[in-house]
């Protein structure tokens, strides 16, 4: 099946830094990458969705300026926290999409971030 | 809108048992794709089964079983032969459409999720 990997696993930051979670498809090329958040023991929720080569399209309610996204290639989606702070603590995965396979999505192993 | 509902907080199963975890779900699209999906303390997510709207048949895949009862809207995951590994949180999950010439393509709404406990 078509690989997605999620890097880093796990950061731990301070806040008011920024941190970049890289999302990549690595056998197959996605124009479209989801990036959803989990809290503990809670659904993901969709956070935004990333299209190659434009801009990505926020769900409501999420901060376009605090969560940067950029999908630069078909093969690699970003996902930036400017400015973290402790509320930002939470599980980041995200997902791609393989035209050809319509039944299953693709997820990265997931970024578990703590901000301190 | 399309919604999932799991309204199973949590679940408990004795170990080579069978269980099956609940999931309604609404939509007025008539073209969809149901997902289950397994997530470990690790956080990973592992795809499971897949049913869509038009097949005919339950989707099966080795001890998963889907439970597709469209006039009704559900699509209940089955796990026979319960093992100590299946201990971890379940997800049900939609996709609307089956066009792929959206760019949203691929989106999923995920229900609330069921922990399932395994004991030996």
């Known amino acids: 099946g078509a690989v997605v990997s999620q890097h880093p696993s796990r950061v731990i930051c301070k806040s008011g830094t920024s941190v970049k979670i890289e999302c990549r498809s690595l056998?197959?090329?996605?124009?479209?990458m989801f990036w959803y958040r989990q809290f503990p023991k809670q659904s993901l929720m969709l956070m935004a969705t990333?299209?190659?080569?434009?801009?990505?399209?926020?769900e409501q309610g999420v901060e376009k300026d605090k969560f940067l996204i950029n999908h630069a290639s078909l093969t690699l989606s970003t996902l930036t926290v400017t400015s973290a702070h402790p509320e930002d603590s939470s599980f980041y995965i995200c997902?791609?999409?393989?035209?050809?396979?319509?039944?299953?999505?693709?997820f990265g192993q997931g970024t578990r971030l703590t901000v301190v | 809108a399309q919604k999932i509902t799991q309204t199973q907080p949590g679940m408990f199963v004795q170990e080579k048992e069978a269980v099956t975890l609940d999931c309604t779900y609404d939509?007025?699209?008539?073209?969809?794709?149901l997902f289950w999906y397994k997530q470990p303390s690790s956080g990973e997510m592992i795809f499971l089964i897949y049913?869509?709207?038009?097949?005919?048949q339950n989707a099966t895949e080795g001890r998963y079983s889907l439970n597709f009862q469209k006039a009704r809207k559900s699509a209940n995951l089955v796990i026979s032969a319960s093992q100590l590994g299946d201990s971890a949180m379940y997800f049900c999950?939609?996709?609307?459409?089956?066009?792929?010439?959206?760019?949203?393509?691929?989106?999923?709404?995920f229900g609330q999720g069921t922990i399932l406990t395994v004991h030996p």
């Open positions: 990333s299209n190659e080569g434009s801009k990505a399209t926020y």
């Open positions: 056998d197959f090329q996605a124009t479209t």
């Open positions: 997902s791609a999409t393989l035209w050809t396979v319509n039944t299953e999505a693709f």
């Open positions: 999950a939609m996709r609307d459409s089956l066009n792929a010439g959206g760019t949203s393509y691929g989106k999923l709404t």
């Open positions: 049913q869509g709207s038009y097949d005919q």
């Open positions: 939509t007025s699209d008539p073209s969809y794709g």
